[in-house]
């Protein structure tokens, strides 16, 4: 069957204006996503008017991160919409995954945030931000979809939402939309928001058992901390994300190039943290004498062991069982999994609690690409003694 020149492949999804079709273009040999307004809407003027005004919303709009739309014509008692055909996955569907490390929901936001700052500086607010109307590709690219709702600046345009009625998705919705207020670009950074908290928290800031419940919550309830809901997250962005979720528009990122600028610097501030782990100073091979004596010393001179040159011999008298005390000696070190030689038996990988006799021991911690750390302890005192060792590269 063909829509115009456009020769239907598959069906891809039904929403409630329209049905969405993978279709090919003879002309120019292009895949394309033909959406095609139901028939059981045609005779509805409203309905109509809404289909189209998706088109001239799109069609003013030029941004790698939105949808293109190519052409709109009429067919079978009815009209399409011929759009670019986007290969990825709904947002939905990642968030379902709950696979996305904070970086990447850093720089989706930093796209997304960009892309709704581009569309409402041209004067078209979307309305309907939610997980299914963004796209994400393999390459990690996002793409915004469905500008069905979207409100068009336009003194020449009839604008079709009147006072007090509510377009969206309720669970998306900003605290003003559910009010049915006039709403400008602040809404929709509201909605990404909600998506952001998703995302990062893995579950969304508000929930309710029917419609009333969900707008008062909306209203009303201030969100759980996505940090407190993930103890993981970065504090930074758990403070970004709740800043856009702010009931009082004027308290939210007040532009999407704001929003944009606010998650780059916390990207910025994740790479500079990392850069400054990996910048280590790797120490030449005696710095591994250097620290084996100087944690030997401060061990000492908290009491805790000293370094014995006498060997101490047994006092026990004659003809009786020696009673042997015990000590718990912690051996931890930096990095971990380096394996513990206590007198020359392997006793285990760091970090490990031992309990050996009171007296002199030689302890040696070995791990591969790492000089051995090597120390002779006298352990005087029962208790817990702690041995915390940093290892050093052997390169």
């Known amino acids: 069957m063909n829509y115009g020149r456009y020769e239907i492949l598959q069906e891809l999804g039904k929403g409630a204006m329209g049905v969405v079709y993978k279709a090919k273009d003879p002309q120019i040999n292009r895949t394309i996503a033909l959406k095609i307004l139901r028939e059981d809407r045609v005779t509805s003027e409203d309905f109509v008017q809404r289909f189209l005004k998706e088109a001239m919303a799109i069609g003013r709009l030029s941004h790698p991160n939105i949808v293109t739309i190519y052409d709109v014509g009429q067919d079978h008692d009815t009209i399409y919409l011929a759009m670019e055909y986007l290969e990825g996955r709904p947002f939905n569907d990642i968030i379902r995954e709950k696979n996305l490390s904070f970086t990447e929901?850093?720089?989706l936001a930093v796209q997304l945030a960009e892309c709704l700052d581009y569309a409402h500086k041209k004067g078209i607010v979307h309305r309907d931000i939610k997980p299914s109307n963004i796209m994400l590709s393999p390459e990690g690219k996002v793409k915004l979809t469905d500008f069905g709702i979207a409100r068009i600046e336009d003194p020449a345009m009839?604008?079709?939402t009147r006072a007090g009625e509510i377009l969206g998705?309720?669970?998306?919705?900003?605290?003003?939309?559910?009010?049915?207020q006039q709403l400008d670009g602040r809404s929709d950074l509201y909605s990404l928001g909600v998506i952001l908290y998703e995302l990062a928290a893995g579950k969304r800031p508000y929930s309710g058992e029917n419609l009333a419940a969900i707008f008062r919550a909306i209203t009303l309830d201030t969100p759980e901390?996505?940090?407190?809901?993930?103890?993981?997250?970065?504090?930074?962005?758990?403070?970004l994300v709740m800043k856009g979720l702010n009931?009082?528009?004027a308290q939210r990122f007040q532009t999407g190039e704001e929003m944009a600028a606010a998650y780059r610097?916390?990207?910025?501030?994740?790479?500079?943290?990392?850069?400054?782990?990996e910048a280590v100073p790797k120490k030449p091979p005696y710095a591994a004498i250097i620290s084996g004596l100087a944690l030997i010393i401060l061990l000492f001179s908290a009491g805790a062991f000293y370094i014995?040159?006498?060997h101490e011999e047994s006092t026990a008298p004659a003809g009786t069982q020696e009673i042997v005390e015990l000590t718990?000696?912690?051996?931890?070190?930096?990095?971990?999994?380096?394996?513990?030689?206590?007198?020359?038996?392997?006793?285990?990988k760091t970090p490990l609690k031992l309990d050996i006799p009171l007296g002199k021991h030689e302890v040696r911690l070995s791990l591969p690409e790492y000089y051995e750390w090597e120390a002779q302890l006298a352990l005087e005192e029962k208790g817990e003694i702690p041995l915390s060792v940093r290892l050093v590269p052997s390169e």
Do not use: C, W
Request: charged share 20%; net charge negative; hydrophobic share 35%.
């Open 158 to 160: 009839n604008q079709q």
């Open 328 to 348: 718990s000696l912690n051996v931890e070190s930096e990095p971990i999994g380096a394996q513990i030689f206590i007198d020359g038996s392997f006793r285990g």
């Open 169 to 180: 998705t309720p669970v998306y919705m900003s605290p003003e939309q559910v009010m049915g």
């Open 308 to 310: 014995s040159t006498h």
């Open 265 to 277: 610097a916390f990207l910025k501030k994740l790479d500079s943290d990392a850069a400054a782990r």
């Open 105 to 107: 929901i850093a720089e």
């Open 247 to 249: 009931k009082d528009a």
């Open 225 to 239: 901390d996505p940090g407190t809901i993930n103890p993981s997250m970065p504090p930074a962005l758990a403070s």
